[in-house]
């Protein structure tokens, strides 16, 4: 069953728009003392979703590669957070001096555009395959 374009650009631009309005939220009501909370919720849907939509699809399509495409994809995440882009930490290791610099500024966005761009492909390839995946 394929998906006409326009409902998958439709649902793409609502996500974008949650995007924003969940920043937005954080920044308006200064909620920096649950943000360890909302970043392990998040850490833990985006793993729930790679592992129980994801992953199950991707073997089942394509059972040769699939395992190798999935370690590309944590690899190149790893490679663009830890080598390329600046990037923060809780806890003990912190980088205060970069968050005054405007070359982090350009950092964090390349490294948000990355995210954003395989977050587009990782939706457009799963409506592909089924409305509900996507």
């Known amino acids: 069953m394929s998906t006409p374009f326009g409902v998958v650009l439709l649902l793409g631009l609502i996500a974008g728009l949650a995007d924003v309005a969940g920043g937005l939220l954080l920044l308006r009501f200064r909620a920096e003392r649950m943000l360890h909370g909302f970043v392990a919720f998040g850490a833990g849907f985006l793993i729930a979703v790679a592992l129980v939509d994801m992953v199950p699809e991707s073997l089942t399509a394509a059972p040769r590669f699939a395992a190798l495409w999935i370690l590309a994809g944590f690899c190149g995440v790893h490679l663009l957070e830890h080598t390329l882009v600046a990037h923060f930490h809780f806890g003990e290791e912190t980088h205060a001096e970069e968050f005054l610099r405007r070359s982090t500024a350009y950092s964090v966005t390349f490294g948000l555009a990355a995210h954003t761009f395989f977050d587009g492909i990782a939706i ?11």
Do not use: R, Y
Request: aromatic share 18%.
């Open 124 to 134: 457009a390839s799963g409506f592909a395959f089924s409305s509900a995946l996507g």
